[in-house]
């Protein structure tokens, strides 16, 4: 994403401020279409773009570090998506696993290991075994 300066885009606050080409046009068509017309030609006129090699060395070195660290944070943010939709995908599997083995689980083979096992009245239909203890 290529960052430009540009001067009072809105007018109060920062005077200079790092957007895209997308935000700086959709600012300008909020000005032409939902600012009062007395100050449309005011703000359009207040608005320009500043090459960013025209900076002074101190601005220019504070713009070369926030440029780095918003490459940093782009770069982690993308990891973190990715890292998510990984995450995503692993929770999907997770739960068609679980369905699977609580299917098995419950098939007759499930059934007759529990009675090996365990001997109980547990079954898939009579799931409580304490339901005959009272009995």
């Not at 939709?85 to 499930?110: I, K, M, Q």
Request: hydrophobic fraction near 40%; charged fraction near 25%; aromatic fraction near 8%.
């Amino acid at each position: 994403m290529k960052l430009h300066l540009y001067t009072h885009l809105p007018h109060n606050g920062a005077w200079l401020l790092p957007k895209t080409i997308k935000e700086y046009n959709e600012r300008i068509w909020i000005i032409k279409v939902g600012k009062p017309k007395v100050e449309v030609a005011h703000r359009l006129c207040s608005i320009q773009e500043v090459p960013i090699k025209s900076l002074p060395p101190k601005l220019s070195k504070a713009w070369a570090a926030y440029m780095k660290a918003r490459a940093a944070h782009d770069k982690a943010w993308d990891a973190h998506m990715k890292a998510r939709a990984a995450h995503d995908r692993a929770g999907v599997a997770c739960d068609r696993a679980l369905v699977t083995y609580f299917n098995v689980l419950n098939s007759p083979e499930g059934v007759a290991f529990h009675n090996k096992v365990c001997g109980c009245m547990w079954s898939p239909e009579h799931p409580d075994i304490l339901e005959n203890l009272a009995r």
